[in-house]
């Protein structure tokens, strides 16, 4: 998720009463996989390259698969959605990048 995104949730949520001592998830509309997601920023970047490490056996065996976090229960309650998908964020990660002088 954007960070933009992000701050607006937090905001929003630390706002709404109704939020406090409970516990939510705040998420993007895409669910992607570590490689989609690595991928998609090589080529939004430009720059850098993936390579596909096998995952050690002790790591896989707590390998969670396929599991999607929701934030259907936090967007009803405070009236949020994500304004930036996974690729426009990076653009505009990509872009602000490119006007700092390193």
Do not use: N
């Not at 607006?8 to 009463?17: K, T, Y």
């Not at 939510?24 to 895409?30: P, S």
């Not at 998609?40 to 999607?68: F, L, N, Y």
């Amino acid at each position: 998720m954007y960070v933009e995104d992000a701050a607006e949730a937090m905001w929003l949520a630390a706002r709404e009463p109704k939020l406090f001592g409970e516990t939510f998830f705040a998420t993007g509309d895409e669910h992607l996989s570590v490689k989609e997601i690595a991928d998609t920023i090589v080529a939004v970047m430009q720059r850098g390259s993936v390579a596909h490490i096998e995952w050690p056996d002790e790591r896989r065996r707590m390998e969670i698969e396929h599991v999607k976090f929701s934030s259907a229960r936090l967007r009803k309650l405070i009236k949020w959605k994500p304004h930036y998908d996974f690729i426009s964020g990076l653009k505009k990660t990509r872009d602000i990048i490119g006007k700092i002088k390193l």
